[in-house]
RNA sequence: UGGGGAUUGGUGUAAUCGGUAGCACGAGGGAUUCUGAUUCCCUUAGUCUGAGUUCGAGUCUCAGAUCCCCAACCA
């Protein structure tokens, strides 16, 4: 392999090149034949883990210049939703993608319904039952679970296996209609009960129920079971690549038996590949919905979820999700992703996206006492500062600069650990961005002993940041450091949420088998103090800045004109931060 | 101890006919820099194990190890 050749495809991508070039759904060499879906439970929110299959599919389907459908897998109405079904929609629109039959001016468009084919399920299933491949067995659940066997032992046949295919047929339509309480009788397929392949031994393909379902409301008492539903679906909606995870390995040979059975219908092929896991988040609905329901988060959407509705609020963009799941690889290989990749892909699309501005997190006074001597005293310079280095398009905006400033606290220190401390201390010199260069003289403390006050001098030669002119022996002055600094006189004032993450170990719960004792109890900390460039006023929920020197921040939906809120998307790297820590360690 | 899947640097992924183990992230070092950011350069480290076939094995054969999934009327 040399560089000149094209990238190498995904085994997934690999597997529809030859079907398209043997024509296997159509003409040889059409790709516009390729269907996919993507095809949730309504019963939870989606996240990251899910945006893997979300692309997978979608984007299948697209590169070959086909269609993805959005399936709702509404079998078991004890669990879903329609809730759920708004806030999925919401998040696949979000994250960039429209399924066939979508529609921007109605979100509903296009959406298809697991429950819309239950007639044609039960229709089927009579004809599997004509066949003679299909019974209705009265044994109770416990029994159905007693004599299924081991996994070195075969299960024993039900009583009811060998009945009437007339009676199988009566019963079920009286299933149907509501004449036996739940867990009194179920349909199962007829297969082999002693195959060493569980899903085989007479599976369950429908069950009583008595439960109103969020779309057909009271009119079936009897439900699919997954297994019998999800091929048909697929089948119906004319689907070529089903594209599941790897968990669904052992029930494709069950997908393909009970399409083969039926008459006339198209069999659609299913491919399964492996999840991801990133490190230190937890993906099962049932663990997010335990840090919702109590309360270790404010809800799905707490920016420190890893849902989709909580990344979007903490400020990741679709981009940065869609660029990770596809350097991450199509494999059946269970891996894991480190949650320093998920932070880098952010990193690279908003550092080149995201408007920078000044923030100071932890204000400490800085005044500048020759500001009066050196012109119109009290006075408030307009400073221009670029919005994105990293797009001229972006152009500049004015920041006032007076003499009443605010750098952060961390960027001072009494006296310089060493030459590599290139911020502030008494003696020394640094350049705030964008303004003039400062020489701290003189530190103000409060009774406690606390800096309270830098009292600092400027030179006027060196606006705008630039170098001051070489002195009488053409040396030009340097400093190493540029601060991040706020006019104090005409700033706002905002509240800032930093998060951490929200668990401290690698695979939270890995080791004590409780998720919840490996919670981060530093995951969220609160700065009511900020002071932000005024340029931040008509910032409105949604928005993502940088705040140079700092992070990334986007506007959270809590924000009001009056009083803004802004939550840390991610930190910038930081080397020096990084350096310090081995220093201590020293 | 039945069946199904998997295993390549720290992490992830490529090598498609048996022919130089490549790329990305991380880590370490350096250059540039009005963000200790970005960018750029260099370095680092790998074929699960053991046999076998072969001039030659990540790739083929055999044996073994480890990990994941499966005995819901969940999906």
Redesign the pocket.
Known sequence: ???TEAP????IQ?LVDQDIASGRWGAPGDGSVVRTRF???P?GYLHIGHAKAIWLSFSIAEEFGGSCNLRF?D??P??EEDEFVRSIIEDIRWLGYRWDGARDDDPMAGVRF?SDYFQKMYDHARELIGKGLAFV?D???E???AT?????EPGTPSPFRDRPVDENLELFERMRLGEFP?????LRAKIDMAS????LRD??LY???HAPHHRTGEAWKI?????W??GLEDSYEGITHSLCT??????RPLYDWLLDQLDGVHHPQQT?F?R?APTYVVTSKRKLKQLVDENHVSGWDDPRMPSISGLRRRGYTPESIRAMCA????????????Y??IE?SV??HL?KTAQ?RMAVLDPLKLTITNWDELGEPGRIEELDAIN???DEAGGTRAVPFGKNLVIERADFIEQAPNK????LAIGKEV?L???YWVRCNEVVKNDAGEIVELLCTYDPTTR????PPPDGEGKVRKV?????WVCADDCIGAEVRLFDRLYTSEQPGKATGDHLGDLNPDSLSVVTGAMLERELAGAAPGDRF?F???GYFCVDPDSTPERLVFNRTVT????????AD?GEKR
């Open positions: 392999m040399n560089e190498t495809r995904h085994f690999q095809p949730p439970e019963n897998d079998t078991n004890a669990a697991a067995d044994q109770t659940p029994q159905i679970r299924r066997g081991t996994a070195t739940d867990g009194s009788k179920v060493p392949n569980f899903n599976p369950v069950r009583v129920l439900y699919p079971m997954y297994d539903a999800h790897l968990e669904f390995e052992n029930h399964e492996a991801f350097e991450g690889g199509v494999t059946k290989f269970n891996a894991k992703v480190d320093v990749r880098n990193r690279d550092n920078r994105n280095p990293e590599k401390w290139f911020r350049r961005r964008y303004g705008g940041g630039e170098s190493k450091g540029t601060l991040h940088q140079e020197r700092v910038l790297k930081d080397s020096w931060a990084r350096a081995k």
